[in-house]
């Protein structure tokens, strides 16, 4: 018998994820976010504590409120708002960029002149 997680990496799109844990989802919603929903699951499954203590039906259910979390979150927000990936931290201005950098950068430069 397969568990949870060998099934899962079957599962390649937002709508798959989706119909599989039974969350209820818009299409618009997800052809506009399925990326940034994804990324929003995986990180709350990254932050979320005791998941491999869980058996499989335990874990199927916490994945699925994670995962009804992450969508709903594009349902009462949009991407920009979220800033779910780094472009939308630049997109505002908010990227660093270390001193270090800059000065190895000039150098690499410099050698190349």
């Known amino acids: 018998m397969q568990t949870l997680i060998e099934k899962m990496k079957a599962l390649s799109s937002a709508e798959d994820f ?4 039974g969350v209820p989802f818009e299409a618009r919603v997800v052809q506009v976010n399925r990326l940034h929903i994804l990324k929003r699951f995986h990180q709350y499954l990254h932050r979320s504590d005791g998941l491999p203590a869980l058996d499989d039906v335990a874990l199927f259910r916490r994945y699925r409120e994670l995962l009804t979390q992450a969508y709903d979150d594009f349902t009462q927000s949009t991407a920009q708002r979220e800033k ?30």
């Open 84 to 113: 779910v990936f780094k472009v939308f931290h630049s997109a505002e201005g908010s990227a660093q960029v270390p001193l270090a950098a800059l000065r190895d950068s000039l150098a690499d430069r410099r050698r190349a002149a």
């Open 18 to 21: 989706l119909l599989f844990f």
